[in-house]
Nanobody, 124 residues
Framework: QVQLVESGGGLVQDGGSLRLSCAAS????????MGWSRQAPGKEREFVAA????????YYADSVRGRFTISRDNTKNTVWLQMNSLKPEDTAVYYC?????????????????WGQGTQVTVSS
């Protein structure tokens, strides 16, 4: 089992940047594929980005590809989401998630463990 704690959310202006962090517990962090999903008010949770256990394969939602970058450091049990060129429509609660299988997740329903979420608000 793994526990996830996100940090780094906040308020940023349109076009700005934020870096989200997710610290994971456990000794087998590298065996988990990791990802980020988000949920805006009144909307369903949506997939944002994912990285496989080794950190060499990534996948992004079309809406964030080219603006967001997911990365991980297995020696630090941490995964990050660098978000650039933020837009008001990126406003949401962002959740870190882990998948027991090392297979790269491509949907928000592909995860086994979730963090508590961190709020990102982009003002216009």
């Amino acid at each position: 089992q793994v526990q996830l704690v996100e940090s780094g959310g906040g308020l940023v202006q349109d076009g700005g940047s934020l870096r989200l962090s997710c610290a994971a517990s456990g000794r087998t962090f590298s065996s988990y594929a990791m990802g980020w999903s988000r949920q805006a008010p009144g909307k369903e949770r949506e997939f944002v980005a994912a990285v496989n256990g080794g950190g060499y394969s990534t996948y992004y939602a079309d809406s964030v590809r080219g603006r967001f970058t997911i990365s991980r450091d297995n020696t630090k049990n941490t995964v990050w989401l660098q978000m650039n060129s933020l837009k008001p429509e990126d406003t949401a609660v962002y959740y870190c998630a882990a998948r027991s299988s090392g297979v790269l997740p491509r949907t928000s329903t592909s995860y086994d463990y979730w963090g508590q979420g961190t709020q990102v608000t982009v003002s216009s």
